[in-house]
Structure formats: structure tokens, C-alpha cells
């Protein structure tokens, strides 16, 4: 009689994870690294046919266009317009609370952008959505701070000579999750780092969709550098 019990439920979870693949990648996707790519993000050849993130101002794997390059503050040699892209995602299962939105460049490790506590009725952030015009942010949803310290969108500007062609991958991934976040701020009023909001995410991603976007400035004057 064990035995027999045993072997159902061994059968039942075999066929929950042949009905809810999905599933399957959410689970080890979280269980992962507390870093973006490691919070159930979906590969670039991931099929998952239902939550899915498109933008007009780039195509996935493809070179950014210069409007979202950094625009050469901080001693850089971009010179770019360092404006987010136009996103918009298809709706997440029922249940989801709310949206996060990262920028994330995978090879570097470094944050660009992040926006959490995006109602479940909004599918998408226009172009220029993370500009901030004279310190005011053009969203009124809360945002982190990225990895130069300050809040709103940061574009690519990656060293040259880093890596092979210079060449970064930046991930734009929308999570869907199943709660909202009152994350701290610390005085004076600085928005909460990149690695509060991950860890915060933990064991409320129910779905991820990325875009990704390449850049590089080696021999690339005409794409953003000087």
C-alpha cells in the first residue's frame, strides 16, 4: 500500500511539471543568484508563449539605438540621449499585484534602471518614462537607484576593451509579482539600492519577460561615443 501511494505521487508530480513547465523554470530561477538574471528571468530563446516584453525603440539581441545611450555626464565619452525605451508587455497571470521593471547589464553586473510597484492594469512605460528633467522623475511610480547612484534611467556606456568587441548585454526584464513593496528610502530622501529591491523580489516572481539589448563603444562614434 506505500508503495503504491509512493508511486502516485511520484506520477502526479511528474505530470504537474509536464501540465506547468513554467512553473518548473520559475521555481529554479529563484532559487538562484539574488542578482536580476538570477530571479527566474526567461533566456532569450525561452518559448514561454503568454508573458511576453516588446519595445519599438530597439529589437531584442540587436545593437540599442543612440537615443538610449548614456549622454557623456560624469566624464564619460557617450553622447547619447540617454532615453529609456518605449516597453510593453503582455498581461501577467490574474493573480499578479504588481509589476518591477530592471535594466541590467549582464556583463558588466551593473543596474541601469528599476521601477517597482507598477499597478497590474498597466502594461506598459512609454520612451523617456526614467528620464529625470531637472531632478523630477517622469513616472510617478517609485524608483530604486541605480548603480551610479542616483535614481532614473542610467544608459550603456560600457568601457571599451573590457571584453571581447567590447560588445554588453543589457537585460530590460518586466517581473510579474505577487505583492507590493514599501521599500525604505535612507536620508536624505535616496531611493533604496538595486540589491533591496532583488532581495525583496525573492519568492514573489511569478513570471518574468525579457528584451535584451546590445552595446558596445569600440569604434562606435556613430553609435553613441565620442
Given at each position: 500500500?506505500?508503495?503504491?501511494?509512493?508511486?502516485f505521487?511520484?506520477?502526479?508530480?511528474?505530470?504537474?511539471?509536464?501540465?506547468?513547465?513554467?512553473e518548473?523554470?520559475r521555481?529554479?530561477?529563484?532559487?538562484?543568484t539574488?542578482?536580476?538574471?538570477?530571479?527566474?528571468?526567461?533566456?532569450?530563446?525561452?518559448?514561454?508563449?503568454?508573458?511576453r516584453?516588446?519595445?519599438t525603440?530597439?529589437?531584442?539581441n540587436?545593437?540599442?539605438?543612440?537615443?538610449?545611450?548614456?549622454?557623456?555626464?560624469?566624464?564619460?565619452?557617450?553622447?547619447?540621449?540617454?532615453?529609456?525605451p518605449?516597453?510593453?508587455?503582455?498581461?501577467?497571470?490574474?493573480?499578479?499585484?504588481?509589476?518591477?521593471?530592471?535594466?541590467?547589464?549582464?556583463?558588466?553586473?551593473?543596474?541601469?534602471?528599476?521601477?517597482?510597484?507598477?499597478p497590474?492594469?498597466?502594461?506598459?512605460l512609454?520612451?523617456?518614462?526614467?528620464?529625470?528633467?531637472?531632478?523630477?522623475?517622469?513616472?510617478?511610480?517609485?524608483?530604486?537607484?541605480?548603480?551610479?547612484f542616483?535614481?532614473?534611467y542610467?544608459?550603456?556606456?560600457?568601457?571599451?576593451?573590457?571584453?571581447?568587441n567590447?560588445?554588453?548585454?543589457?537585460?530590460f526584464?518586466?517581473?510579474?509579482?505577487?505583492?507590493t513593496?514599501n521599500?525604505?528610502?535612507f536620508?536624505?530622501?535616496?531611493?533604496?539600492?538595486?540589491?533591496?529591491?532583488?532581495?525583496?523580489?525573492?519568492?514573489?516572481?511569478?513570471?518574468?519577460?525579457?528584451?535584451?539589448?546590445?552595446?558596445?563603444?569600440?569604434?562606435?562614434?556613430?553609435?553613441?561615443?565620442?
Open positions: 500500500m506505500k508503495t503504491r501511494i509512493l508511486l505521487l511520484s506520477l502526479f508530480a511528474i505530470l504537474n511539471l509536464m501540465v506547468f513547465p513554467g518548473l523554470r521555481v529554479v530561477g529563484v532559487a538562484g539574488v542578482r536580476a538574471h538570477g530571479l527566474g528571468v526567461q533566456g532569450d530563446d525561452d518559448d514561454g508563449p503568454r508573458f516584453v516588446t519595445s525603440t530597439f529589437q531584442n540587436t545593437i540599442v539605438p543612440p537615443s538610449m545611450v548614456f549622454n557623456g555626464q560624469l566624464g564619460s565619452a557617450c553622447i547619447g540621449g540617454n532615453m529609456s518605449d516597453l510593453k508587455w503582455t498581461r501577467a497571470v490574474p493573480w499578479t499585484k504588481s509589476y518591477a521593471v530592471v535594466v541590467y547589464d549582464e556583463t558588466g553586473e551593473f543596474t541601469h534602471w528599476g521601477v517597482y510597484n507598477i497590474p492594469d498597466v502594461t506598459e512609454p520612451a523617456g518614462a526614467g528620464t529625470n528633467i531637472s531632478g523630477v522623475p517622469q513616472i510617478k511610480f517609485p524608483q530604486i537607484s541605480n548603480d551610479t542616483n535614481s532614473g542610467a544608459g550603456p556606456c560600457p568601457p571599451p576593451d573590457i571584453v571581447p567590447g560588445i554588453h548585454k543589457y537585460l526584464t518586466v517581473y510579474a509579482l505577487d505583492t513593496f521599500l525604505p528610502q536620508p536624505p530622501g535616496f531611493p533604496a539600492p538595486a540589491e533591496t529591491l532583488f532581495r525583496a523580489m525573492i519568492g514573489h516572481v511569478i513570471e518574468t519577460a525579457t528584451i535584451t539589448g546590445l552595446f558596445s563603444c569600440d569604434n562606435a562614434p556613430t553609435s553613441g561615443c565620442s
